[in-house]
């Protein structure tokens, strides 16, 4: 990848296509949260279903703190219904 700036909300076609995972997947059809570590310690995130979208892009701080936040249950509002 050549020097791209790196925003929050940009194409997440703009980051290339190489180094995208999925840390988790389930029985919901393919529609997946992917990942990608980028070259300056962020994390962008997109849907699978739509690999140009949007990527959001966060820092390590606010990836460790969602991350730890869900293992503590603090997401868990968003899965009930």
Partial sequence: MTDVRVYNGMPASDLGEQGWE???S??????CVETKQLADGR???RQSTDPTGPALIYTPEEITAFVRGV???LADHLTAG
């Fill in 22 to 24: 999925r840390p988790w």
């Fill in 26 to 31: 389930g029985p919901n059809g393919g529609q």
């Fill in 43 to 45: 994390v962008a995130v």
């Fill in 71 to 73: 293992k503590q249950g």
